[in-house]
C-alpha cells in the first residue's frame, strides 16, 4: 500500500465526519474540542472524539477514540487520518497518538491531514511527524 491520493469526495467526508465528531467532542477542562477520521483499508470512515476526565491524563484524544472504532468495526489499517480543530492554529496530533497510529500503517504510507471548520489546513505523512519510528516490524524480526 502506497499514500493515498485521496479523491475530493472521500476527503470532503472525511472532514464531514470529523467536524461531526467534534461536535460530541466532551473537553471541559480544556474546551479544546477535536474530532478525527480513519480511512481504513475497505474504503470506511470511523471518526472519534476527544473525551477528557476530571483526572487530567486520564482523558483521550480524538485520534485514539477514532482509532478504537476502527478496530471495533474490524479495520486493521488506516490509510488516512483528518483531525479537526478549533483553529487558527493548525492542529497536530500529539506524540502518543502518532505511536497509536503508526500501530496501524507503515509510517511512508498514512497521510494524516490538519483541517478545522474551513477546510484542510495541512498534511504531511506519518513518517514526517514520527521519523525513525518503533513499530511492529521491530517485534516480528526478534
Ligand atoms: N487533542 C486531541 O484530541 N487530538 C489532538 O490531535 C491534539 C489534542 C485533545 C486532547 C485534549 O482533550 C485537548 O485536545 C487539549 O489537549
Redesign the pocket.
Known sequence: MNAPSLSDDLLQQMLRAALAAREQ?Y?P??R???G?AVLDELGRIHAG????NAAYPQ???????ALGHMIMGGGRRARAVL?A?PGPEI????GG?RQKLREFAQPTELLVLAADAGGVRQQWLLEQLLPASFGPDHLRSS
Open positions: 467532542s473537553a477542562y480544556s479544546y474540542r477535536v478525527a472524539c476527544n473525551v477528557e482523558g483521550w484524544c480524538a485520534e485514539t477514540n483531525v480543530g492542529i497536530t496530533p500529539c497518538c
